[in-house]
């Protein structure tokens, strides 16, 4: 007898949890209800993929088989799993998987593993090391920690939206491994901006700066991704600054833990929060050139 086809659910449809849903429904999976304390976003995504705009996250996990959380912090994470409260995730968790893909702090992961168990269903940390254009696509990063019968399950789905799918061990891991990656790329992404401002402040050719960075030992990532938005001063938002602060923060937090200090990485902070502090937290992670380039910031 043929199953009935799963049913997907998302908390949290910004930039990242729309693109994810619109992929999985161009990969023929069936939407059933999406979630967003931005109630109007949340109203024309559901129109988009004829689904239910539901209005807590108890009715998501209600009418979804799998639920995929994409929120923004540890709070946010708390609250759609607030343990006591009516209309949260634990309402309707009895054989449901849920796939969580939010930077947060390592040990909630295993907080929530823990609870969904406790509760009849199963957890998995899907962590993303890719952006906006990449979950429209489906060739994001995925960093997955758990246990592997659960990783096994959510497999399908997961390599659907990525073009690299990786485990990496057991509940926590992957957000460590995530805080990490973006603790490098967020120390990178100053240091660029700093090399650019000091090129522009000498009288170098930007354009002409970055392709000789490109080709030798100054070649990252980063600069293919950021280095054109600080010359032309375009931030637009793939990854805000004040994710970036966030998530060097939770880098630093273990490397306290561990009692080891890293110098460069809260540096970085320190030119973020910066950044936030002068009401800049949504632009790009881009902007912290507007710190180094003369004349740029007020």
Not at 137 to 142: C, D, F, K, V, W
Not at 258 to 270: C, D, G, H, N, Y
Request: glycine fraction near 8%; include cysteine; charged fraction near 20%.
């Amino acid at each position: 007898m043929e199953q009935p086809p799963v049913r997907i659910g998302f908390v949290g449809v910004g930039r990242m949890g729309a693109n994810m849903a619109r992929r999985l429904t161009d990969c023929g999976y069936r939407i059933t209800a999406i979630q967003d304390c931005h109630r109007s976003s949340a109203e024309a995504l559901a129109i988009e993929l004829g689904c239910e705009e539901a209005g807590s996250p108890a009715r998501v996990a209600e009418i979804a088989d799998v639920v995929i959380t994409v929120v923004s912090d540890d709070a946010a994470m708390r609250e759609i799993y607030a343990d006591s409260h009516p209309l949260s995730l634990f309402s309707h968790a009895k054989n449901r998987l849920f796939i969580n893909c939010a930077t947060i702090t390592p040990a909630i992961h295993v907080e929530i593993e823990q609870a969904v168990e406790r509760h009849g269903g199963v957890s998995l940390e899907a962590c993303m090391a890719s952006s906006i254009t990449q979950a429209r696509q489906g060739t994001l990063y995925l960093m997955c920690g758990g246990k592997p019968a659960v990783f096994e399950r959510a497999r399908p789905i997961l390599s659907a939206m990525s073009v690299n799918l990786r485990y990496v061990g057991k509940a926590g891991d992957a957000a460590k491994i995530k805080a990490l990656v973006n603790m490098v790329m967020n120390s990178n992404t100053a240091a660029l901006a700093e090399g650019l401002g000091l090129g522009e402040a000498l009288g170098i050719d930007l354009t002409m700066l970055r392709e000789v960075f490109s080709q030798t030992g100054a070649a990252s990532r980063v600069l293919e991704t950021d280095g054109e938005d600080m010359q032309q001063r375009n931030h637009d938002c793939y990854f805000s600054v004040g994710h970036a602060a966030k998530d060097s923060a939770i880098a630093l937090d273990l490397a306290c833990q561990s009692s080891l200090a890293l110098p460069i990485a809260e540096a970085t902070l320190t030119q973020y929060r910066r950044l936030i502090k002068a009401g800049k937290g949504e632009l790009d992670k881009s902007a912290v050139a507007e710190l180094t380039f003369r004349g740029r910031f007020t």
